[in-house]
């Protein structure tokens, strides 16, 4: 396997002679180089398979633990290296304070390099490898995006609709996406100030905190995150910065209901890209139901959803209607998912009065149905993701010493069974430690930011303790310790160990920044 890096450096010496130790070395492959501190996201987002970004110190007029400080909290998922003059305990200490794996400097052999790369990189891949098993899980949050065929079909009260039967069970995020007309606020009896587009800006560095400090609570129970009261704010919108909202929303809420409007841009695009159900909302009236047909035939075209990944809802329907589910169907060239009735004067009247929420009627049962269907069952506890990775790789283990050496004598089987269980016990645990090790860290640096944006006072380590447990979950949040002081903020995460009676604590410190 190849590890890919990327080197960034102002020094004309530096990048030629890291340029050639690189090249000579078979398994690292140097994608490119970047003068200019600046350009460093940049470049990871043309390069997002980069395994180790090196970083000079002297990047940037010497601040270059600055810059792996601010690219390593967007991307805790990247092994930084530090480049230095000389590699000792205090450029190590600082190294690792700024959030870097491991030193360099500018002298190391071709092995040196090698080694440490090769070690930062092995580190990568079991922390990618955990968060990927910990999608697999199930634990990352359902997203489904809801569109309108055309304006006027319901869609933004279908979306909400179905958030507002979720509550009870999950945690639900609310997002109004249709960025020019969008106005799920004003049906909620909301006023906001903040929108989905002022995460723009900040789409690289997205946290559980910037969504909640950017959100709105409902009564019911839904999170609203809304559309600008400004529609030509919609434009500022990019399909990258939506991508980094639907990732964001995934591991904030169990369920995340999008409202996407009914016309398309790069942006909307990018929230049906990523989505897991899609839903078309239509009326049965002909305008909008050939407003449908175009619409799932657009979304081919431009390769954003697949016609038969397009769940139809029918919105407003009554047994009085000409146009009954099945001549809808022919219609739209697609089968009708569901259906909502007509929900009447009361159900006009309650959008009027901002209480569709709280109100209750035929249309918020078919929506709760459709919704239940279409999110699935609550999940009951998903096993813990690093244990189904290790579990995962005892039994490929274990399949493979049933095929080996079938013929060998009775004595030495058992050995050699022994030898390879306790080895892949050790790697688990490793891997187990280390995800600790990774949280921690992400947690103690939330809990400094905190300490850092206000004075301190009586109130202080009560909030950089919750800021920096919110980054955890599950057991590792159950068994954690934060301890907070004017100076630094210590997060101690107890690992699950296969051993009994062995405690293995990873304890990471994080020094206080104060902003002025």
């Known amino acids: 396997m190849t590890t890919k890096v990327l080197l960034a450096s102002a020094d004309e010496r530096t990048l030629e002679r890291l340029s050639q130790v690189l090249a000579e070395a078979d398994a690292i492959e140097l994608v490119q180089v970047v003068r200019e501190a600046a350009n460093v996201e940049d470049a990871l987002t043309r390069h997002p398979d980069v395994d180790v970004l090196v970083v000079d110190e002297l ?34 200490a ?15 052999s071709l092995a040196e390099v090698v080694s440490r790369l090769e070690s930062v990189a092995h580190w990568v891949g079991a922390a990618r490898s955990a968060v990927s098993a910990d999608a697999r899980s199930g634990r990352a949050g359902r997203v489904v995006a809801v569109a309108g065929a055309k304006g006027g079909v319901g869609a933004s009260a279908v979306a909400l609709l179905m958030a507002q039967s979720l509550v009870s069970s999950r945690t639900v995020g609310l997002v109004d ?15 906001t100030r903040r929108s989905v587009v002022d995460l723009v800006d900040i789409a690289g560095e997205m946290t559980g905190r910037i969504l909640r400090e950017t959100s709105y609570d409902v009564p019911g129970g839904i999170r609203l995150l809304s559309a600008p009261n400004d529609g030509e704010r919609g434009e500022e919108m990019t399909a990258r910065a939506a991508r980094s909202v639907v990732n964001a929303l995934r591991y904030q809420y169990e369920v995340s209901i999008i409202d996407v409007g009914s016309h398309l841009t790069e942006a909307t695009a990018a929230v049906l890209e990523e989505a897991d159900v899609a839903v078309l ?43 009954t589910e099945s001549l809808a169907a022919k219609i739209v060239e697609s089968r009708v998912d569901a259906t909502v009735p007509d929900g009447g004067s009361p ?42 990775a ?88 159950s068994a954690a310790t934060v301890d907070v002081s004017p100076s630094d903020v210590t997060v101690h995460v107890v690992a699950p160990t296969v051993v009994p009676g062995v405690r293995l604590t990873s304890s990471v410190s994080a020094p206080v920044q104060r902003e002025h």
């Open 347 to 388: 159900f006009e009247s309650a959008m009027n009065t901002a209480s569709v929420a709280a109100a209750s009627g035929p249309a918020h049962t078919a929506a709760a149905k459709f919704a239940a269907a279409v999110v699935g069952p609550v999940d009951d506890g998903p096993v813990d993701a690093v244990e189904e």
């Open 390 to 477: 290790y579990a995962e790789v005892a039994g490929r283990g274990r399949r493979r010493a049933r095929g080996n050496d079938a013929g060998q004598s009775a004595v030495e089987l058992p050995v050699a069974f022994a030898v390879a269980l306790m080895v892949l016990l050790l790697a688990g645990q490793g891997l187990v430690w280390g995800t600790g090790y990774l949280l921690a860290r992400n947690a103690a640096h939330e809990g400094a930011r905190t300490v850092g944006l206000q004075a301190w006072g009586p109130s202080t380590p009560g909030a950089a303790r919750a800021d920096a447990l919110d980054e955890l979950s599950g057991r590792w949040r």
């Open 94 to 108: 600082a190294a690792m304070e700024s959030g870097a794996r491991s030193v360099l400097s500018r002298t190391s």
């Open 281 to 323: 909302v239509v009326t049965p009236d002909l305008p909008a139901l050939r407003a449908a047909r175009r619409t799932l035939a657009m979304w081919e075209r431009l390769v954003v959803r697949q016609r038969s990944a397009v769940r139809v809802l029918l919105n407003r329907q009554h047994r009085r209607n000409e146009v």
């Open 177 to 191: 996406f249709d960025l020019q007309s969008g106005d799920l606020a004003a049906y909620l009896g909301v006023h």
């Open 59 to 92: 990047i940037d007029s010497g601040r270059g633990l600055g810059v792996a400080r601010t690219v390593g909290a967007a991307n805790p998922l990247l092994g930084i290296v530090m480049l230095v003059d000389q590699a000792g305990p205090e450029q190590f």
